[in-house]
């Protein structure tokens, strides 16, 4: 939304500020400012001049010699310009001066200085102006020639600000205005949030109602069928139609938009759709069948051609505006080329209506057309501003004697909009906003945005055009960004939060990271979306529930087409990167979602599941990962001992290096090394290490309650034992042994040495465990720890597990 300072001014009285303290103070107040142009930004010291004389130049046939009056002096001009005659007034740049660019329309940052000097030899105090070198061009300013100086109005003063008389003495503010604030993107809005901002006055262009005696219902009628996109629909009718250029005022504020000027009638629509921001059309009457105007929704492979000459195909989800026969406009985006207004217009039918905004904008992305109306209908304008657009139209058609306005207005509205209420609580406001104001001076910054309090209900009555407005808590942000932000004292939030305290699940996260980054590990982040192909290269069963995946409906491309199960393919192909750039010894972990489905297609949310997935190459074995595993469970407070169940029969793991994580009997997770196979899928030439750890469960069983115990007071006893057993007997069996027996008594035990060889006998391994006794109260003897040691021996033997000798 761009706008021009002098227009703002026209409805804000008594508005004097830089350029720089507007754009500051319209942002502190929520109009957002990205920045503005000043038109006369690179001119300077130009003025109004008339050539009194034209001589031809001595030394070149294309060059003349001019004497022109610029109010107090005359001075010589040498120039090539063609159009150049005695008496025209035109713009002189005086020595010293700056233009903006070259004829051909280029552009000089901080413009091109004028000097005086000589041109073949006689002297030239100054250069006359082509409207290009002014920084505007033809589109803006028509009447200016195509080659050679613009030529001033007859009535200009001479010796005048010739940027003054050229409407160049503006400033453009480009805004970034929110799609809730749909009543700004006019000017008649923004110069309303300006009133209220720098505290002036507020003043509406005078808008009365005119026409003749006769009465447009005699000439049209207006049938709306589709009245759900179509909430109201008003026009009225102009005879004696005069096309004519638009007055120079109205030039200049269109072109400073960046409108190009055109006619009269057209210009007077794109004005006023600027200035209240409602889109309004024209069609010629002479071409609507019927003198009737039917508003209805396309018909299935309906053609229709545009103003553009495109031939459009519709359906009915697009509305149309349609006379007895044929279809004359698709509505809300562009009328058709079969009712344009063309030269010879007598009669004309002016409409300003109310489109659903939702269904306008995709009406206008099926079609492949976006147009400055269609902008404007899609944000979801304000239906009583129908009738205030076509009012205002319609008086300028009069004053510029464009045509003879018909009484009278067809207006189909059969469901209005009310004004809006919301309760006035200004106790909660200053609460809500942490200041501490009367009710008094916030309704005095409400007053200037028009709000207005009903004292007797302690209600603000909301205006129409304020859509946006819907509870205290917006009537509190218009409190707030009057008094100002920046008056907003720092206050701590109320309630629980001001403790600061993270979640239970962060810090159990927190504990994820830093038991992995002090093993060692790296953090890796890795994508959500996932390909199909990944459960393959897992080597999943057809059957796995694993490649049950959430298929998102628009996917980037198949690579990322499915939501990841599992958390294994990010660690894998991290790993397998890191491979192959020759890293060495590369530790990664990650803290990332995995979503499955309750039921497919999806019926209800999946269940987000957080995994900790750890995965290492190099240095390090199972029995790293297994360490770095019961580190985290024991840091986040699971005492009890987590188990190892071998037979996980996970695809993607080794059949004999893998196993489930067991806690309390329930899987947690699972650790192992990759299968060989899947590691020559991912191109990783070296054993790979994973552990994935199901982070709900660990939330719903860690702590971090800890209880001091006092430094022991009494020595420990050590006892080793070597024993010799299958190889099917896995350790945990032991040590579970040593547990049970030893109870309170076991302060600790060590797996030392594990051994296969030429000295055991083919199918047992040989196993060493270190075992600590201690006791609170006393220091423990022989008869204490023999007994326990016989019980350990017993149960062990009873496996079938004998003490090497």
């Given at each position: 939304?761009?706008?021009?300072?002098?227009?703002?001014?026209?409805?804000?009285?008594?508005?004097?500020?830089t350029?720089?303290?507007?754009?500051?103070?319209?942002?502190?107040?929520?109009?957002?400012?990205?920045?503005?142009?000043?038109?006369?930004?690179?001119?300077?010291?130009?003025?109004?001049?008339?050539?009194?004389?034209?001589e031809?130049?001595?030394?070149?046939?294309?060059l003349?010699?001019c004497?022109?009056?610029?109010?107090?002096?005359t001075?010589?001009?040498?120039?090539?310009?063609?159009?150049?005659?005695?008496g025209m007034?035109?713009?002189?740049?005086?020595?010293?001066?700056?233009?903006?660019?070259?004829?051909?329309?280029?552009?000089?940052?901080?413009?091109?200085?004028?000097?005086?000097?000589?041109?073949?030899?006689?002297?030239?105090?100054g250069?006359?102006?082509?409207?290009?070198?002014?920084?505007?061009?033809?589109?803006?300013?028509?009447?200016?020639?195509?080659?050679?100086?613009?030529?001033?109005p007859?009535?200009?003063?001479?010796?005048?600000?010739?940027?003054?008389?050229?409407?160049?003495?503006?400033?453009?503010?480009?805004?970034?205005?929110?799609?809730n604030?749909?009543?700004?993107?006019?000017?008649?809005?923004?110069?309303?949030?300006?009133?209220?901002?720098?505290n002036?006055?507020?003043?509406?262009?005078?808008?009365k109602?005119?026409?003749?005696?006769?009465?447009?219902?005699?000439?049209?009628?207006?049938?709306?069928?589709?009245?759900?996109?179509?909430?109201?629909?008003?026009a009225?009718?102009?005879?004696?139609?005069?096309?004519?250029p638009?007055?120079?005022?109205?030039q200049?504020?269109?072109?400073?938009s960046g409108i190009?000027?055109?006619?009269?009638?057209v210009?007077?629509t794109?004005?006023?759709?600027?200035?209240?921001?409602?889109?309004?059309?024209?069609?010629?009457y002479?071409?609507?069948?019927?003198?009737?105007?039917?508003?209805?929704?396309?018909?299935?492979?309906?053609?229709?051609?545009?103003?553009?000459?495109?031939t459009?195909?519709?359906?009915?989800?697009?509305?149309?505006?349609?006379?007895?026969?044929?279809?004359?406009?698709?509505?809300?985006?562009?009328?058709?080329?079969?009712?344009?207004?063309?030269?010879?217009?007598?009669t004309?039918?002016?409409?300003?209506?109310?489109?659903?905004?939702?269904?306008?904008r995709?009406?206008?992305k099926?079609?492949?057309?976006?147009?400055?109306?269609?902008?404007?209908?899609?944000?979801?304008?304000?239906?009583?501003?129908?009738?205030?657009?076509?009012?205002?139209?319609?008086?300028?058609?009069?004053?510029?004697?464009?045509?003879?306005?018909?009484?009278?207005?067809?207006?189909v509205?059969?469901?209005?909009?009310?004004?809006?209420?919301?309760?006035?609580?200004?106790?909660?406001?200053?609460?809500?906003?942490?200041?501490?104001?009367?009710?008094?001076?916030?309704?005095?910054?409400?007053?200037?945005?028009?709000?207005?309090?009903?004292?007797?209900?302690?209600?603000l009555?909301?205006?129409?055009?304020?859509?946006?407005?819907?509870c205290?808590?917006d009537i509190?942000?218009?409190?707030?960004?009057?008094?100002?932000?920046?008056?907003?004292?720092?206050?701590?939030p109320?309630?629980?939060a001001?403790?600061?305290?993270?979640?239970?699940?962060m810090?159990?996260?927190?504990?994820?990271?830093?038991?992995?980054?002090?093993c060692g590990?790296?953090?890796?982040?890795?994508?959500?979306?996932?390909?199909?192909?990944?459960?393959?290269?897992?080597?999943?069963?057809?059957?796995?529930?694993?490649?049950?995946?959430?298929?998102?409906s628009?996917?980037?491309?198949?690579?990322?087409?499915?939501m990841?199960?599992?958390?294994?393919?990010?660690?894998?192909?991290?790993?397998?990167?890191?491979?192959?750039?020759r890293n060495?010894?590369?530790?990664?972990?990650?803290?990332?979602?995995i979503?499955?489905?309750?039921?497919?297609?999806?019926?209800?949310?999946?269940?987000e599941?957080?995994?900790f997935?750890?995965?290492?190459?190099?240095?390090?074995?199972?029995?790293?990962m297994k360490?770095?595993?019961?580190?985290?469970?024991?840091?986040?407070?699971?005492?009890?001992?987590?188990?190892?169940?071998?037979?996980?029969?996970?695809?993607?793991?080794?059949?004999?290096?893998?196993?489930?994580?067991?806690?309390?009997?329930?899987?947690?997770?699972?650790?192992?090394?990759?299968?060989?196979?899947?590691?020559?899928?991912?191109?990783?030439?070296?054993?790979?290490?994973?552990?994935?750890?199901?982070?709900?469960?660990?939330?719903?069983?860690?702590?971090?309650?800890?209880?001091?115990?006092?430094?022991?007071?009494?020595?420990?006893?050590?006892?080793?034992?070597?024993?010799?057993?299958?190889?099917?007997?896995?350790?945990g069996?032991?040590?579970?042994?040593?547990?049970?027996?030893?109870g309170?008594?076991?302060?600790?035990?060590?797996?030392?040495?594990?051994?296969?060889?030429?000295?055991?006998?083919?199918?047992?391994?040989?196993?060493?465990?270190?075992?600590?006794?201690?006791?609170?109260?006393?220091?423990?003897?022989?008869?204490?720890?023999?007994?326990?040691?016989?019980?350990?021996?017993?149960?062990?033997?009873?496996?079938?597990?004998?003490?090497?000798?």
């Amino acid at each position: 939304m761009n706008t021009s300072l002098n227009w703002i001014k026209a409805y804000v009285p008594g508005l004097e500020c830089t350029d720089q303290e507007y754009m500051d103070a319209m942002t502190l107040s929520g109009t957002k400012v990205e920045g503005y142009k000043a038109l006369d930004a690179d001119l300077d010291k130009i003025v109004v001049g008339q050539i009194i004389s034209v001589e031809k130049h001595p030394d070149a046939d294309k060059l003349v010699i001019c004497q022109v009056n610029i109010g107090k002096e005359t001075i010589q001009i040498v120039t090539g310009a063609p159009n150049v005659v005695t008496g025209m007034k035109v713009p002189v740049v005086l020595d010293g001066g700056r233009v903006a660019g070259g004829h051909d329309g280029s552009k000089t940052e901080g413009g091109i200085k004028i000097k005086k000097g000589k041109l073949r030899g006689v002297e030239s105090n100054g250069m006359m102006c082509s409207i290009e070198e002014l920084g505007s061009s033809r589109d803006f300013y028509p009447d200016a020639p195509e080659n050679g100086l613009y030529v001033m109005p007859e009535d200009a003063v001479v010796g005048s600000d010739a940027i003054e008389a050229l409407g160049l003495r503006d400033t453009v503010f480009e805004y970034e205005i929110t799609n809730n604030r749909v009543d700004c993107y006019s000017i008649l809005g923004v110069a309303r949030e300006a009133a209220a901002t720098f505290n002036k006055d507020f003043v509406m262009p005078p808008v009365k109602k005119v026409g003749n005696s006769e009465d447009v219902n005699d000439y049209v009628k207006v049938d709306v069928q589709a009245t759900d996109l179509c909430p109201r629909y008003t026009a009225r009718l102009v005879r004696n139609i005069k096309l004519a250029p638009s007055p120079e005022w109205m030039q200049r504020r269109l072109a400073a938009s960046g409108i190009r000027p055109i006619n009269n009638i057209v210009d007077i629509t794109n004005y006023v759709m600027e200035e209240y921001g409602q889109p309004m059309h024209a069609y010629d009457y002479d071409t609507l069948a019927g003198g009737k105007i039917i508003v209805r929704r396309a018909e299935e492979g309906e053609e229709f051609v545009t103003l553009d000459g495109q031939t459009r195909k519709l359906d009915p989800s697009i509305l149309m505006i349609c006379d007895a026969e044929k279809s004359v406009g698709v509505a809300g985006i562009m009328g058709g080329e079969n009712s344009k207004i063309t030269d010879d217009v007598k009669t004309m039918l002016f409409e300003a209506a109310c489109f659903d905004g939702t269904n306008i904008r995709l009406s206008a992305k099926k079609i492949g057309m976006r147009t400055e109306a269609s902008g404007k209908f899609e944000k979801g304008l304000d239906p009583n501003l129908a009738s205030e657009a076509i009012d205002r139209a319609c008086q300028l058609i009069e004053e510029l004697g464009a045509g003879e306005v018909v009484g009278g207005m067809i207006d189909v509205y059969p469901q209005k909009n009310v004004e809006k209420r919301i309760k006035f609580e200004p106790d909660k406001i200053n609460k809500l906003l942490g200041i501490d104001i009367s009710a008094e001076e916030m309704l005095g910054y409400l007053k200037k945005i028009e709000l207005v309090y009903n004292e007797e209900t302690n209600e603000l009555i909301i205006p129409t055009f304020r859509q946006d407005l819907e509870c205290g808590a917006d009537i509190a942000e218009e409190v707030a960004r009057f008094y100002g932000y920046a008056n907003i004292p720092t206050t701590l939030p109320s309630g629980e939060a001001t403790t600061g305290k993270l979640s239970f699940k962060m810090r159990i996260e927190g504990v994820a990271r830093d038991i992995a980054e002090f093993c060692g590990f790296s953090q890796g982040m890795t994508y959500s979306f996932e390909s199909p192909k990944v459960f393959d290269k897992l080597l999943l069963p057809e059957d796995s529930p694993l490649r049950k995946a959430i298929v998102i409906s628009n996917p980037l491309g198949e690579d990322f087409s499915i939501m990841r199960t599992t958390s294994l393919n990010g660690m894998l192909t991290s790993l397998s990167t890191n491979y192959n750039r020759r890293n060495k010894n590369v530790k990664l972990y990650e803290l990332g979602n995995i979503y499955l489905p309750k039921s497919l297609p999806l019926t209800e949310l999946p269940d987000e599941r957080m995994q900790f997935t750890l995965g290492f190459y190099g240095d390090g074995d199972f029995f790293s990962m297994k360490g770095v595993v019961e580190e985290f469970l024991e840091k986040v407070g699971m005492r009890n001992k987590p188990e190892y169940n071998p037979d996980a029969g996970k695809t993607f793991l080794h059949p004999g290096r893998q196993a489930d994580i067991v806690y309390d009997g329930e899987v947690i997770g699972y650790l192992g090394e990759v299968h060989p196979d899947v590691l020559d899928i991912y191109s990783i030439g070296e054993k790979a290490y994973i552990a994935v750890i199901d982070m709900p469960h660990i939330v719903e069983k860690a702590t971090f309650d800890r209880k001091y115990e006092g430094i022991a007071k009494f020595p420990a006893v050590t006892r080793d034992i070597s024993m010799v057993m299958d190889k099917s007997v896995l350790v945990g069996t032991v040590e579970d042994i040593i547990e049970k027996r030893g109870g309170k008594l076991v302060e600790s035990y060590k797996l030392f040495d594990i051994y296969e060889g030429s000295q055991i006998k083919s199918g047992f391994k040989s196993v060493a465990y270190s075992i600590s006794f201690r006791a609170k109260d006393r220091t423990l003897e022989d008869k204490d720890i023999n007994p326990i040691m016989e019980n350990i021996l017993k149960d062990l033997g009873a496996l079938g597990i004998e003490l090497r000798s």
